[in-house]
């Protein structure tokens, strides 16, 4: 039974070290995503950046109207990459949360499970031993009561060996009576 407890929490300490694990990487993973679109977003923005300064320079004489719709562009594609990044923050976010319960919910099954089984296991060991507890009980027993009956029967064995040995001894110690015959 210790074996098994044993085993049992081994088994548990293995799905919280494989949660943990596995929340970890996802988490450095989040991080590393996180880390990289900011970087491509500042690569973006510092490209973006310099186009625009030579497209100001170029199209100066162009005017304002140029310059304006320009701005309202990039405004407008910033404010798209910035929707897009919390969309794909948020869907890992719910992701993780999915495989977060998902997990959970595998390890109470598979505790359920273990606890369900243990508890079979004790009801049938505990049958058997009581099954092997009465059996040696009721040999115990018969092999008393067949131990004191064999006594008996020496001991009976016993008295009448000894009176007769006693009587043969009285036979042979008394002096013979005058008109018998030796034997």
Same mark, same amino acid.
């Given at each position: 039974m210790g074996r098994l $407890?044993?085993?049992? =929490?081994? @088994? *548990? =300490? *293995?799905? +919280? /070290?494989y949660?943990?694990?596995?929340? &970890? +990487? @996802?988490? $450095?993973r989040t991080g590393e995503i996180s880390g990289? !679109?900011? &970087?491509? !977003?500042? &690569?973006? =923005?510092t490209v973006l950046g310099s186009r625009v300064s030579d497209l100001a320079t170029t199209l100066a004489e162009g005017g304002k109207n140029v310059l304006s719709a320009l701005d309202q562009r990039i405004g407008e594609v910033a404010g798209t990459i910035n929707s897009r990044g919390t969309e794909v923050a948020d869907a890992i976010g *719910?992701?993780? $949360? =999915?495989?977060? &319960?998902? !997990? $959970?919910?595998r390890a !109470?099954? @598979?505790a359920n499970n273990l606890d369900s089984r243990i508890g079979r296991f004790e009801e049938l060991l505990i049958g058997r031993v009581e099954t092997v507890t009465t059996q040696i009980e009721t040999r115990s027993k018969a092999a008393a009561d067949a131990l /004191? *009956? +064999?006594l008996e029967q020496l001991s009976q064995a016993i008295k @009448? /060996?000894?009176?007769e040995a006693e009587r043969s001894r009285r036979t042979k110690s008394q002096p013979p009576s005058p008109g018998a015959r030796p034997k």
């Open positions: $407890g044993q085993r049992t =929490e081994d @088994v *548990a =300490e *293995a799905l +919280r /070290n949660i943990d694990t596995f929340d &970890q +990487r @996802v988490t $450095g990289t !679109l900011d &970087q491509r !977003l500042s &690569q973006f =923005e *719910a992701k993780i $949360g =999915e495989i977060d &319960q998902t !997990l $959970g919910h !109470l099954e @598979v /004191n *009956a +064999r @009448v /060996n000894s009176a």
